[in-house]
């Protein structure tokens, strides 16, 4: 259930007008009460701090935004729980400024350090930081203020969500931003993250063999390996592929290989977008770096990211390294190859995407778990929760993909069974555990968000199957 008004963080009329029209039109009760809890939960209970701007000396909006249960910001969390409700900002100007606030709130971050994956409220806010235990003994280069960072993980997924809601909301805007988005500091951010990009195509050894300039490292001291980074930090070896390396998976789990296929394709897609919007506010050399990197990439993954199976055929793959090793996987985070279509980067009818959408929604995927005793619970989990655990943003993905209704109501069903009567999305659930009891975060809000999308979706496109 929703918590009172009084309670409630932040509340937007046109996104409850929404949520009235849309739950009218389901009518699974389960289905029904699910959205009522996840549509605007982000608004109940994630808007940790939101000033209007225009007000004494702080010009321009800004919105943090806690993931849920932890008190710090992710940047790809927040925006996936945010672009879901863009499509009611333009009714509501209160929801619009919440939303350009939380850009605003994204490019100082990402201007002052663009190495990390969360971040703590500004001080300006008043609210007290979230600690991140595991992070104090973490040696980064570079290095950070433990003041402004809750977590410095390097996942470039991270710098293509910021892109991706900044170039979402111009859209809508009609491209008229400058007096809701502080221009200036996101231009800096832009610029500071696309160099940065560009830097990280470059392999670890140069013609010699000598050793390339580090960009980013990260170590940790931790009982889980997923937790720190090979290389003495720095990453495994690659060769130029045109894609960029990473440190990290979206699950916050070290990558094995570099390059991670599905956030270069995430990247690519929200990197032509960017370069779009740069061409109209003024940016034209940043904008062409843009293009030329998201060419580059896109060049990479199908030369480098693509390989011959010898049962499903050429499929993509999880992680390379340029060297020829490659990772055949998935897993439930966004951006995943299950995703590719939702990110933009591949129709879903293309064959190289049906071949690997095959692949990963079966057991030659090692982290695709299910269990035909309970019912219908089955989908992709991660390394990140160990095995046996179905994350159901994995079934959120698989329904956004597809056009198959059954697929689609499957899904959703086991989407509403799937929270063990909390009314809201897990992180994952144990598909061994008959009484479903056994999951990993009771309030999960990146996911609340992607299952509200898939829901909004499928009534406006399906009317009456839910």
Request: proline content about 7%.
């Amino acid at each position: 259930m929703r918590p009172p008004p009084e309670c409630r963080t932040f509340t937007s009329a046109a996104v409850e007008a929404a949520l009235s029209r849309i739950s009218a039109q389901i009518v699974n009760p389960d289905i029904r009460q699910l959205f009522a809890n996840i549509m605007p939960n982000t608004l109940d209970t994630a808007i940790a701090w939101h000033h209007p701007g225009k007000n004494g000396t702080i010009s321009y909006p800004y919105t943090f935004v806690i993931t849920g249960d932890i008190n710090a910001q992710w940047t790809r969390d927040s925006t996936n729980q945010l672009l879901p409700l863009l499509p009611y900002a333009a009714a509501d100007a209160s929801l619009n400024a919440l939303i350009a606030g939380l850009i605003n709130m994204q490019a100082e971050q990402i201007a002052a350090y663009p190495f990390a994956n969360a971040y703590k409220p500004p001080k300006r806010s008043g609210l007290v930081p979230g600690e991140n235990s595991w992070a104090k003994g973490d040696s980064v280069y570079p290095p950070f203020d433990p003041h402004t960072v809750f977590e410095a993980k390097f996942e470039i997924d991270s710098l293509a969500a910021f892109f991706k809601l900044s170039t979402a909301f111009w859209r809508q805007q009609q491209q008229e931003t400058d007096h809701l988005l502080d221009m200036g500091v996101w231009r800096q951010a832009v610029t500071v993250a696309v160099e940065l990009l560009v830097q990280l195509q470059e392999p670890t050894f140069d013609s010699a063999q000598r050793l390339t300039e580090s960009m980013v490292r990260f170590v940790r001291t931790a009982n889980a390996p997923t937790e720190t980074s090979f290389g003495n930090g720095r990453g495994n070896p690659i060769r130029r592929t045109g894609m960029v390396r990473t440190l990290f998976r979206p699950s916050d789990d070290s990558v094995i290989f570099p390059f991670l296929v599905p956030a270069n394709a995430m990247l690519a897609v929200e990197l032509r977008a960017l370069a779009d919007m740069l061409d109209k506010t003024g940016n034209i050399t940043i904008a062409s770096h843009s293009r030329r990197l998201a060419d580059d990439i896109t060049h990479g993954i199908y030369e480098f990211g693509t390989v011959e199976h010898p049962k499903y055929g050429k499929v993509f793959t999880y992680e390379v390294d340029g060297y020829g090793s490659h990772l055949l996987m998935d897993d439930a985070n966004v951006p995943s190859l299950l995703a590719l279509p939702y990110l933009g980067f591949v129709d879903a009818t293309d064959p190289i995407y049906l071949n690997t959408r095959r692949m990963v929604l079966s057991p030659d995927n090692p982290w695709y778990f299910s269990n035909s005793s309970f019912g219908l619970l089955g989908g992709i989990g991660s390394p990140h929760t160990g095995f046996r655990r179905v994350w159901p943003m994995s079934a959120a993905m698989q329904a956004l993909t597809s056009a198959d209704q059954q697929e689609i109501a499957d899904s959703v069903h086991m989407l509403a069974a799937s929270t063990s009567g909390l009314g809201l999305m897990h992180e994952s659930v144990d598909i061994d555990s008959e009484n479903d009891h056994l999951y990993t975060r009771p309030w999960f809000g990146w996911c609340n968000g992607v299952v509200s999308e898939l829901i909004t979706h499928t009534v406006a496109k399906y009317p009456g199957l839910l």
